[in-house]
């Protein structure tokens, strides 16, 4: 399968998904993971019309920006170490990272630009996955009011790889709720009316629970 055919196939899903919450399709923003494939395959989707790419290693983030520069909105999905921002903060347009106050000064010291965060948040129990705890997460954004390079569009969490429908539907929906009440708080630097949420495995659910960004890697770009 190509990316467009590949990409044919989500849309129908993104607008099926849509139809059955009663959502605009203008509402959702397809981030596709390029992280496992190089150049030719990145090619491949910014010519079926995909600008928004999303990679979570500096070097693999870095070698694609140095080949297609502004022809892409970029997306820093993966954990960013503390040392390594200073290569990459002013060239990302978002990060859907931010889990640690530390990581927070080092984008303040070190961004020329104001960067639109994603507060990552732990929703699930599973030992692997990072982020904030849900009942931390307010307390660490009042925590970035003096950091005028951070801006929070809003929040980000992966559910847990699994078939039960109903503990992936329990985590999206706790990020939502936990989104309404950052909103509920009016902070000039955190909106927050954005939710990162759903991957290849479990994007029309999290569609139905309120994602504004899903980030879809093997389902729309194949492997290499």
Not at 164 to 188: G, N, T
Request: hydrophobic letters at 35%; glycine letters at 6%.
């Amino acid at each position: 399968m190509t990316v467009q055919e590949n990409l044919i196939y989500v849309q129908q899903e993104v607008e099926k998904a849509c139809q059955r919450v009663n959502r605009s399709l203008d509402e959702i923003t397809l981030v596709a993971v390029t992280k496992t494939v190089g150049i030719e395959k990145t090619t491949d989707v910014l010519q079926a019309g995909l600008v928004h790419l999303g990679e979570n290693r500096n070097e693999g983030f870095l070698q694609k920006y140095e080949h297609f520069g502004n022809k892409a909105t970029w997306h820093f999905i993966g954990s960013l170490q503390t040392r390594k921002v200073k290569e990459i903060v002013n060239e990302i347009d978002y990060l859907h990272s931010l889990d640690r106050l530390s990581l927070a000064k080092e984008i303040q010291k070190r961004a020329t630009k104001s960067i639109r965060c994603f507060v990552q948040v732990k929703t699930s129990e599973e030992e692997s996955k990072q982020g904030i705890a849900i009942d931390e997460t307010i307390e660490f954004i009042h925590n970035l009011q003096q950091l005028d390079k951070i801006e929070v569009v809003g929040l980000m969490t992966m559910a847990p790889y699994t078939d039960d429908e109903m503990q992936i539907r329990s985590c999206f929906q706790m990020l939502r709720k936990l989104q309404k009440q950052v909103q509920d708080l009016k902070l000039s630097y955190a909106p927050c009316t954005e939710l990162s949420m759903g991957m290849s495995n479990d994007y029309t659910i999290a569609i139905e629970e309120g994602a504004t960004f899903i980030r879809l890697g093997t389902i729309l770009v194949g492997k290499e």
